[in-house]
């Protein structure tokens, strides 16, 4: 595996540990555990940044043109795939607490 490659996979797996808190986050809802809930959703947007920064340091060695820019390919399109479904699903699990947090007066 290359070094960009682990990159990659560094941020295809900080967007994994951002989605999974996030569904976590979202199932101690259940049980009335919002303060839990909101510090997962809290570990969630942690995980997200690195994804992003990842994401960002990427996309300047791309347009700066640099030898070891990396290349579009089918791990890269997973890597944002995934960066940008952790993001959804974390943005909607958030409203989705208050929602709830809400209707029960909390």
Same mark, same amino acid.
């Given at each position: &595996?290359?070094?960009? /490659? #682990? *990159?990659? @996979?560094?941020? *295809? %797996? %900080?967007?994994? $540990?951002?989605? =999974? #808190?996030?569904?976590?986050?979202?199932? +101690?809802?259940?049980?009335?555990?919002?303060?839990?809930?909101?510090?997962?959703?809290?570990?969630?947007?942690?995980?997200? @940044? $690195? =994804?992003? $920064?990842?994401?960002?340091?990427? *996309?300047?060695?791309?347009? %700066?043109?640099?030898?070891? +820019?990396?290349? @579009?390919?089918?791990?890269? @399109?997973? =890597?944002?795939?995934?960066?940008?479904? %952790?993001?959804?699903?974390?943005?909607? *699990? /958030?409203? &989705?607490?208050?929602?709830?947090?809400? #209707?029960?007066?909390?």
């Amino acid at each position: &595996m290359t070094e960009m /490659e #682990k *990159i990659i @996979v560094g941020m *295809i %797996s %900080s967007a994994g $540990q951002s989605k =999974a #808190k996030a569904f976590e986050a979202l199932k +101690k809802v259940r049980t009335g555990e919002y303060d839990e809930a909101r510090r997962l959703l809290d570990e969630a947007r942690e995980a997200d @940044v $690195q =994804a992003h $920064q990842t994401q960002t340091d990427l *996309i300047r060695a791309e347009m %700066s043109g640099a030898e070891d +820019k990396p290349e @579009v390919g089918l791990l890269m @399109v997973h =890597a944002q795939d995934h960066y940008m479904t %952790s993001q959804l699903a974390r943005d909607l *699990i /958030e409203e &989705m607490i208050n929602v709830f947090e809400a #209707k029960e007066g909390k």
